[in-house]
């Protein structure tokens, strides 16, 4: 009798009080991250291969029109690299055939250590699935792990963070993890207790929704979140698990002597923005056009990344919904010369805006046409072309691309414009964590 006393108060104490039932059953299916599993039955592309620069995104069973943001966000202001959606169907619904060379659908498997009814969180199930992924294809370059239906890329973000920092970004609104808002105060008094909630309640918050660097660094921080998930694993259903965690693993220093260095990005000088919470007269909408804006820091540089946005907010209406307005039928196949009815393309007719879309598509002419020695083709060549010259898939018939148009909204969308602001101030990004 007093050994089964000692043990329930070594539970309460350690986990908190639920069930002994819910306790054997977790750690029955807990997931030993280290333990090697098939994640990818049919890899996109074979191991060492993938481009240096990736967007990550767990998608769930999200279609296309909820993903659209993300997907024309990156087609049009990442330069080079692939955005990679992973989901366990190996299918995102309505994605047009033409996005397809740069927008790389993943199919995965769920981990196989899991019953149903022992399935973390999907905010939490995500780490699973990006170390594995990350790992199986031996990735050497930079990665971009985001969520996937409220992210915005504004910039390239591969080209304006040329460090092997890791970069985590504090909320934008400034708030304190014991705050106004009571979620995270709440996420982390239910993973860690109140002690915990009271050591961290004023640090600011850090949000978990998005964060960058080199990969070999972002698998150490996610071996170093799922090692601590396995000591939570009570909490494991939570929504905000995944963000209790990351920032109870960064102001306890966990990550010192792990090779991590990270940066704090914040709304005055960091490029990320996370607008949730943040009141619209905080943020700097400067015009592009007299139909959309863009969203600056207040340092004047441009966000790359917006995070936690709504399509009825200033941020919706006035950025992320006249970008998506303006380029989405643009390279849906309005203008590239993928549309032109040519039997055989022809980089040499090819007008500069055509071959503009068609590298956000990924679409080179090197990537299209086999080159040829012949400079001087004959008319009667070329009208003799054939699609045997093109990659299979690369070549799109009129039925193809009007089909991919039906998936693009024709309403107009309302929005406002701000005044163009400046803040000359400048102040240096605060560097945390060592060797």
């Known amino acids: ?58 998608v769930g069973g999200y279609t296309y029109d909820i993903l659209r943001p993300l997907i024309i966000g990156f087609l049009v202001n990442v330069k080079e690299g692939a955005l990679v959606l992973l989901t366990p169907s190996g299918d995102v619904p309505g994605l047009p055939s033409r996005f397809t060379k740069r927008v790389i659908v993943q199919k ?48 390239d973000m591969f080209e304006a963070f040329n460090d092997d920092y890791v970069h985590f970004p504090r909320e934008s609104g400034g708030y304190r993890i014991r705050g106004p808002f009571s979620l995270n105060s709440n996420w982390i008094t239910q993973c860690y207790g109140q002690e915990t909630l009271d050591a961290l309640g004023g640090h600011y918050v850090l949000n978990s929704g998005t964060f960058l660097g080199p990969s070999k660094l972002l698998l150490t921080y996610i071996d170093a979140m799922l090692e601590e998930l396995q000591h939570r694993w009570h909490c494991r ?22 090779g991590i260095q990270f940066s704090i990005e914040d709304l005055e000088v960091g490029k990320f923005a996370h607008v949730a919470w943040v009141h619209s007269a905080m943020l700097d909408f400067r015009a592009v056009s007299d139909e959309r804006a863009e969203l600056y820091n207040r340092v004047g540089d441009a966000f790359v990344a917006i995070h936690l946005w709504s399509p009825d907010s200033p941020v919706g209406q006035q950025v992320v919904l006249p970008f998506i307005q303006e380029f989405e039928p643009m390279l849906l196949g309005n203008t590239s010369s993928f549309d032109s009815g040519r039997a055989e393309f022809d980089p040499r007719h090819q007008t500069e805006e055509e071959a503009r879309v068609d590298a956000m598509l990924g679409l080179e002419s090197k990537d299209v046409v086999e080159a040829t020695d012949d400079a001087s083709l004959s008319a009667a ?15 799109l018939s009129n039925p193809q691309v009007a089909s991919d ?10 929005h406002t414009r701000r005044p163009h602001r400046r803040n000359s101030r400048r102040a240096e990004i605060s560097r945390v964590g060592s060797n």
């Open 1 to 58: 009798m007093r050994r089964s006393a000692v043990l329930f108060v070594v539970l309460v104490s350690r986990f908190g009080i639920y069930s002994c039932q819910a306790l054997r059953g977790a750690a029955a299916h807990q997931l030993d991250f280290h333990e090697s599993y098939h994640v990818l039955p049919e890899p996109a592309l074979p191991a060492g291969s993938w481009p240096n620069n990736l967007v990550i995104g767990y």
């Open 381 to 395: 060549d070329q009208q003799q072309g054939s699609q045997s010259d093109l990659h299979a898939g690369e070549q």
């Open 108 to 155: 995965h498997e769920m981990p196989k250590q899991f019953s149903e009814e022992a399935l973390p969180h999907a905010v939490s199930l995500r780490f699973y699935v990006a170390r594995a992924f990350l790992t199986q294809i031996q990735h050497a370059g930079k990665a971009f792990i985001c969520d996937s239906r409220d992210v915005f890329i504004q910039k």
């Open 237 to 258: 259903r939570l929504h905000g698990t995944d963000q209790a965690i990351h920032n109870f693993l960064v102001y306890t220093g966990k990550f010192i002597g792990t």
């Open 405 to 414: 148009q039906a998936a693009v909204h024709k309403e107009p969308l309302p």
